[in-house]
Structures are given as structure tokens and as C-alpha cells.
């Protein structure tokens, strides 16, 4: 949680800012949306490295890059993770929906240190993993989930 106090450090959840966006959002402006970004891009040339870094032209002068010098979308989400939530902190539903949706994407989704539902260990009757399984495990000893059979999946 984040409360603001006049005088303080910016960040990037300023009030206003939030406020611009809300407003977008209800009411589909975009007259609000670009006082929401206005502000954000504002905020970040002063709050984060991101915003002290400029974009160089060079070879393409500012051009796109021909797609054959890209990595393709299936190479790079081999790279994306979930963070890491408990089954537990969540319910099993959004548990086993994130687990299915980075599977399906070839990313990797993470249990949290709570564990995973037993069923969701055992594979389908075609021998594969099942789908709601996730891929990376994490473990916290004592902790609720983590079982004999979880630590040999």
C-alpha cells in the first residue's frame, strides 16, 4: 500500500496519475488517457533507470527492424515466468488457469512456496504432462502442498 504525502519521493502510482487513468477508463477518453501518460512519462524521466536511458538511431535511423534480425514470439516467452503465488493464496481456479495459460504460451509458470494440488501432478491418459501443471516448483519446507509426491514431480 502506498499513500502519498506532499513532499515526498514521486512514484509511479502518483495520485494523479491514477486518477487520469481512471478516468480514461470510465469514461473512454482519450483526452484522459494522454494526461495519464503525459504524467507517467513524466514521472519515469525522473523515477526509474528506464527513464534516464534515450534510444540512439543507428543503422535504421529510428526505423523498424527487418522481422528475419527478430526473435520469433515462441523463442522469447521460452523466457517469461509467473511470479511466484501460492495454491492457497489463490484459488485453485486462478492457480490452475495461469498454470494452463503459460503452458500454452511455451512459458513457465510457478507454484509458490504452497505447493501444487495432487491432481494436478498426474499426467493425462496420453502420457503427457496435464496441462495444469507447473512447471517450476517451489518449496518451503512444512509448508501446506509440499508433499512426498509434489517433491518427486
Do not use: C, W
Not at 515526498?8 to 487513468?21: G, V, Y
Not at 521460452?78 to 481456479?93: L, N
Not at 496435464?130 to 509448508?143: D, E, T
Amino acid at each position: 500500500h502506498y499513500r502519498s504525502n506532499t513532499g515526498s519521493e514521486r512514484h509511479l502510482n502518483d495520485p494523479e496519475a491514477i486518477a487520469k487513468l481512471q478516468e480514461a477508463s470510465r469514461l473512454n477518453s482519450v483526452k484522459a488517457y494522454d494526461d495519464y501518460a503525459r504524467i507517467i512519462n513524466d514521472i519515469n524521466k525522473h523515477t526509474t533507470i528506464r527513464g534516464l536511458m534515450e534510444f540512439k538511431s543507428g543503422e535504421y535511423n529510428g526505423g523498424s527492424v527487418p522481422l528475419d534480425q527478430v526473435e520469433s514470439a515462441a523463442s522469447i516467452v521460452k523466457r517469461f515466468s509467473s511470479g511466484a503465488m501460492s495454491y492457497g493464496s489463490i484459488s485453485y481456479e486462478a492457480h490452475s488457469t495461469l498454470a494452463v495459460a503459460m503452458n500454452r504460451i511455451g512459458a513457465k509458470s510457478n507454484t509458490g512456496e504452497g505447493g501444487e494440488a495432487p491432481d494436478r501432478l498426474k499426467r493425462t491418459p496420453s502420457g503427457e504432462n496435464n496441462p495444469m501443471r507447473s512447471a517450476i516448483k517451489q518449496v518451503a519446507s512444512g509448508r501446506f502442498g509440499v508433499t512426498s509426491v509434489y517433491l518427486s514431480n
